[in-house]
């Protein structure tokens, strides 16, 4: 009979089965420093763990999970905070399906200057671009930080405007 430990670690490793990629980089958009960054993670699965048990379904799971990880982000943030960058979201590599080395380095670069410019956005709005960076949509967006779905839909245009323009003119930083 499977006892209520091995059931969450189940339910756990089914989770990070499908959600691991994405909380990687949610802990990117958090931490700069890569010894923080695994402690980050770190902290981010055992907070999931603990908290699987208390998942009673009032929302979707995903949504769930954003929240956890975002909390558990945001208090190893405050923990650690030192006169440092916020936030520091590097760049994630992904395998290109074309052998066109010229335009990788070009897409690298476009990328790179763009999550530079992320990075320079205040918290809240960075927490906004990460998560919908990740494919929430605003209700979502909403649960997991408490702000309208409306709210969400108006500042996400507005900064997607903030970072067009900056993108354009060929800044490197949020300010």
């Given amino acids: 009979m499977p006892t209520k430990a091995s059931e969450q670690d189940r339910w756990y490793l089914e989770v990070v089965s499908e959600y691991g990629p994405a909380l990687d980089r ?4 958090y931490e700069a420093d890569p010894d923080l960054r695994r402690d980050l993670r770190q902290e981010i699965h055992t907070a999931l763990w603990r908290s699987l048990p208390r998942f009673k379904g009032r ?6 999970i954003y929240r956890v990880a975002h909390n558990a982000a945001a208090a190893h943030v405050v923990k650690h905070r030192s006169g440092r960058s ?6 994630i590599e ?18 790179q ?31 997991v930080t408490g702000l309208s779905p409306a709210a969400i839909a ?13 993108f354009q003119q060929g800044g490197n930083d949020g300010r």
Avoid: M
């Fill in 154 to 166: 108006v500042k996400i245009h507005r900064i997607k405007a903030v970072l067009a323009k900056r």
């Fill in 59 to 64: 929302c979707s799971l995903r949504t769930w």
């Fill in 86 to 91: 916020f936030v520091e979201l590097q760049q």
């Fill in 113 to 143: 200057r763009l999550l530079s410019l992320v990075r320079g956005l205040k918290p809240a709005d960075r927490l906004l671009t990460l998560l919908y960076l990740e494919d929430l949509d605003a209700a979502d967006i909403g649960e």
């Fill in 26 to 29: 949610l802990a990117r958009g």
């Fill in 94 to 111: 992904h395998a290109s399906g074309e052998d066109d080395p010229e335009r990788n380095v070009v897409e690298r670069d476009a990328r």
